[in-house]
């Protein structure tokens, strides 16, 4: 069964193909660079750049695939949680292929096609319950997963997602945008203590915005002493990351003792962080608990996680839900 899948819910603009759940092309324009300047995403600028990109990456996923649009069996598309203009570019495009092929449609939330990227090309089995931890620009969430049906959000942030806040505070030391690649690469393991910044952290939640504060006092004292230089800049940013992404190791580790469930599917643009992804396979390893984690190529944004799942949404409970476009979740 050959499903295209549609992503266009923030500054990608991606269309796949696959096969089963097979990824046979995985085609992504990104707006990025367009945003760069600015320091975040502008979204007017992702959805005009979504309208200028959207026919040529479907005509390459197919062109990729070597398929022809009349093979499509099934449509799957981000419908939430997303910028608003991105998503209707997207779910309109996929209803006017719906159409014209006669082909169903199945409405994603792209939440759960992140951790679901972990099960593409058949890397691993879904076997349930399993919990799940997402990560991104936009969301930081960790999901009780009984079935496709039955998915509990254990907990969230509570005000700035991770991914979100690598972007502030590599906009605010001038180190580039977007900020998650440039503090992983930043990152000295010998800084990692350097300054014992703190996560909050209620139950399950999490809140990322007093830390990103906390560096933001950082910068004026620094700057004031005449010691805002380089150096100090990684030093800062490799304190902040160790505390940001053990807070949320922490935090997880603690959902698996609670729920007795050693599986924990992991996606999301942040899981493309190195010692995110060292650190959880070193506890996999030290531990019983199994970590599927996405594989790099899928961590952010595309649309072979959204046909995978939409595959097997599709197969699995027979469903093509509503095209509902929403800016929240659920
Ligand atoms: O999942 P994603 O592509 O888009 C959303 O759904 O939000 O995630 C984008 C986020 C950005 O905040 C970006 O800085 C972060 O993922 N990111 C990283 C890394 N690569 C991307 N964060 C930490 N380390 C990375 N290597
Ligand atoms: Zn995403």
């Known amino acids: 069964m050959y499903t295209l899948g549609i992503e266009t819910s923030c500054d990608e603009t991606s269309c796949a193909v696959t096969k089963n759940c097979e990824v ?28 200028k990109n959207i026919n040529r990456v479907f005509e390459l996923a197919l062109k ?16 939430r949680p997303g910028l608003i203009g991105s998503l209707v570019v997207g779910v309109n495009f996929a209803k006017a292929i719906s159409l014209a092929l ?16 972990p099960y593409l090309d058949y890397n691993n089995k879904i076997k349930f319950p ?26 969230r942030t509570r005000d700035d997602a991770c991914g979100e ?29 350097e300054f014992l910044f703190k996560c909050g952290k209620i139950g399950f939640d999490l809140s990322f915005s007093g830390i990103k504060t906390a560096l933001m006092y950082k910068k004026i004292q620094m700057e004031k002493n ?14 902040f990351q160790y505390s940001a992404l053990e807070t949320i190791i922490k935090t997880t580790l ?28 070193e506890i996999e390893k030290q531990t019983k608990i199994s970590f599927l984690i996405s594989p790099k190529k899928y961590t952010g944004d595309n649309a072979a996680m959204v046909a995978g799942l939409g595959f097997y949404l599709y197969n699995s409970l027979g469903v093509t839900h509503n095209l509902r476009m929403k800016p929240e979740a659920n």
Request: some cysteine.
């Open 130 to 155: 399993f919990l799940s931890l997402v990560v991104s620009g936009g969301h930081t969430e960790i999901y009780q997963v009984k079935s496709f049906n039955e998915i509990k959000t254990l907990g």
């Open 254 to 281: 603690e959902a698996v003792n609670k729920f007795k469930i050693y599986r924990v599917a992991c996606g999301g643009g942040v899981l493309a962080n190195q010692y995110l992804r060292e650190r959880l396979l």
């Open 165 to 193: 806040v690598f972007d502030k505070i590599a906009k605010a030391y001038h180190l580039g945008y977007p900020g998650g690649p440039v503090i992983d690469k930043l990152f000295n393991d010998a800084y990692k203590k």
């Open 102 to 117: 006669k082909k169903p449609l199945i409405g994603i939330n792209h939440l759960h096609a992140h951790f679901f990227a």
């Open 226 to 239: 005449g010691e805002f230089n380089l150096k100090m800049k990684i030093k800062l940013v490799s304190s």
């Open 64 to 79: 990729t695939a070597n398929i022809t649009k009349k093979k499509i069996d099934l449509i799957a598309v981000t419908n």
């Open 24 to 51: 046979i092309s995985n085609i992504t324009i990104s707006s990025l660079k367009e945003h760069k300047k600015y320091g975040g995403v502008i979204p007017e600028i992702a959805t005009r750049a979504h309208l």
